[in-house]
Nanobody, 126 residues
Framework: VQLQASGGGLVQAGGSLRLSCAAS????????MGWFRQAPGKEREFVAA????????YYGDSVKGRFTISRDNAKNTVYLQMNSLKPEDTAVYYC????????????????????WGQGTLVTVSS
């Protein structure tokens, strides 16, 4: 499985960006997906996760109410819509696949994810 994240860039505080993560492989629709981020000098942080069908989502406290995760299994793509961006959202954002969880399940710990994309940089200016 290979993941390609895109959509990062420079945006002013209060603005929006949509990240995309395209996955290879015919079984994308059976995998839970997650987004993480890592700011300079900080540990990798859980952002959001979505189950196989998209029926279950879960968010980190710092992004709840501002970010929305979604997926299009026909396009093998997961999205992260980021609204009301803040300077503290500045980080490299990574998408990841969890191949082990069953239907309706999402997981938070990074070590539960099996494959990772290369990351896309989001910079929010104040």
């Amino acid at each position: 499985v290979q993941l390609q994240a895109s959509g990062g860039g420079l945006v002013q505080a209060g603005g929006s960006l949509r990240l995309s993560c395209a996955a290879s492989g015919r079984t994308f629709g059976t995998y839970a997906m997650g987004w993480f981020r890592q700011a300079p000098g900080k540990e990798r942080e859980f952002v959001a996760a979505i189950s196989w069908s998209g029926g279950t989502t879960y968010y980190g406290d710092s992004v709840k109410g501002r970010f929305t995760i979604s997926r299009d299994n026909a396009k093998n793509t997961v999205y992260l819509q980021m609204n009301s961006l803040k300077p503290e959202d500045t980080a490299v954002y990574y998408c990841a696949i969890d191949t082990k969880s069953g239907p309706g399940i999402v997981v938070v710990p990074a070590h539960e994810y099996d494959y990772w994309g290369q990351g896309t940089l989001v910079t929010v200016s104040s």
